[in-house]
């Protein structure tokens, strides 16, 4: 999702994906349609290398797009026969593999950061097999019409049906569309822009820190956790049998084709629940809070090999591979872009704080209190508080968010307004013992913040 303001409006950009349901000969046009443009999309490519070989010449989307018209009168049964969005939804991509690549090219000249850091390779766009194109689409919502749950375009014959398993927001306008083929299925994703922000009733309690986990996929400073459905260990079996099958079979033949195929369905299951789940639990918190923070994870420091080197091997290395698969299941990264676009569309705020010993902090007094992982519980000496580990995070993770991010905003209604109070330093602690969490954590860290608290 994307927001984007114009002339005072804010525009929500979003995308909704249905299953397509073609006859027999609408499945051969589609496929057509695709083996099309593909090869457009490698003659546009050839295109380009050979004008810059010969000639030093560099061709933009521009040309390629007039020369589509040329395309277009040579071949009426072929290129002519489809709507010109179709085409040049093609020429854009290959602009895109350009522009990335030039993108990554000079950042390698000015010694930045490599887009692909474990080869270290620029990447020039390459020429697509069968097995590397499964999409086409139109550029802009031209030349094809949605009509009654069906689209119907150009080259198709007959109404293309939607499986429509929710519909599109009343006043909602289609910008553009992509067809993907998924193993033997197709599917449309249509791109649709809202042009006002989802208000939301919100609970009390408008304020929370999230703290991700293994253990449990998060952990509210509400004291709330959110059960890890282990959906990975679940398929694991079946998609190591698949994996074996796989191995053994010749390469070449029918049976190892049907076994990559089995083996490409049950990974898209995968995927597929795990991203339901994600969606289902950031809309219930979009839903419930107005004001998300949540930890900036080093996902990729986190889901390092402890092999080392043979100098220096590493130690435990089966756990940590362990600990990785468990870390990648949960997709912690996928979780924390699903809130931050579902909190500003409900109109709400989002934020995101250092990570650092927020575990291993106290939330009640700020005494670091250092523990293994295998800890699983927070006990601090100094004030006596004993929660859990996990929920002691999410604590840590509310207390810097009012602290950093949203210091400029004050509690209200349990909604934070904008406030032009200064912030003193921070004073000293404060007993919890005689407070309930929820009026320590909405008001006293409020104060203790330096924020004017207003009830």
């Known amino acids: 999702m994307f927001l984007f303001r114009s002339l005072g ?28 443009q593909r090869l457009l999309y490698n003659a546009a490519l050839e295109e380009r290398i050979g004008a810059w070989q010969r000639c030093g010449k560099l061709i933009t989307r521009v040309d390629q797009s007039k020369s589509l018209t040329t395309v277009r009168s040579d071949d009426p049964q072929g290129y002519g026969s489809v709507p010109v969005n179709l085409s040049r939804w093609t020429v854009y991509r290959l602009d895109d593999a350009f522009a990335a690549f030039l993108r990554r090219a000079k950042a390698k000249t000015t010694n930045a950061k490599r887009t692909n850091a474990k080869t270290g390779k620029i990447g020039f766009p390459r020429f697509r097999g069968k097995g590397r194109w499964r999409s086409f689409g139109f550029a802009e919502f031209s030349g094809i019409r949605l009509i009654k749950q069906a689209l119907v375009f150009k080259g198709l014959a007959g109404r293309l049906k939607l499986h429509v398993h929710r519909p599109l927001p009343a006043g909602a306008a289609i910008r553009c569309c992509v067809f993907t083929r998924i193993g033997r299925s197709w599917s449309v994703s249509l791109q649709i822009d809202v042009a006002d922000v989802h208000t939301v009733r919100r609970e009390a309690g408008d304020l929370v820190g999230i703290g991700w986990g293994v253990e449990s996929l998060a952990t509210l400073s509400t004291d709330d956790r959110i059960e890890n459905p282990r959906f990975g260990a679940e398929a694991a079996s079946k998609i190591g049998r698949s994996q074996r099958k796989l191995a053994r079979a010749k390469k070449g033949s029918r049976r190892r084709q049907k076994t990559k195929a089995h083996l490409a369905r049950l990974c898209r299951k995968l995927a597929d629940r795990r991203k339901t789940r994600l969606h289902q639990v950031s809309a219930a918190i979009a839903r419930r809070f107005g004001s998300i923070a949540v930890e900036k994870l080093q996902i ?54 250092e990570a650092s010993n927020t575990s291993q902090e106290c939330s009640g007094c700020g005494s670091l209190v250092r523990k293994d992982l295998k800890v699983r519980i927070h006990r601090c000496a100094h004030c006596k508080m004993e929660v859990h580990r996990d929920v002691n995070a999410a604590r840590n993770v509310l207390k810097r968010a009012v602290a950093g991010p949203w210091s400029g905003f004050a509690a209200q209604d349990n909604v934070l307004v904008a406030t032009s109070a200064k912030r003193p330093q921070p004073s000293c602690g404060f007993q919890t013992e005689t407070l309930p969490y929820q009026i320590v954590i909405h008001a006293a860290l409020l104060v203790r913040c330096g924020i004017k608290f207003m009830c």
Do not use: H
Request: glycine residues 10%; proline residues 4%; hydrophobic residues 40%.
């Open 9 to 36: 409006k804010r525009l929500v950009f979003l995308t909704y994906r249905y299953g397509l349901r073609p006859t027999r000969l609408q499945y051969a046009a589609l496929e057509e349609i695709l083996e099309g």
């Open 300 to 353: 990729k420091a986190m889901t390092a090999s402890a092999k080392g080197t043979l100098d220096r091997p590493g130690r435990q290395v089966r756990q940590k591979a362990g600990l990785n698969r468990e870390i990648l299941d949960t997709s912690p990264g996928m979780l924390i872009a699903m809130l931050r676009y579902k909190a500003e569309r409900a109109g709400g705020r989002f934020a995101v704080v």
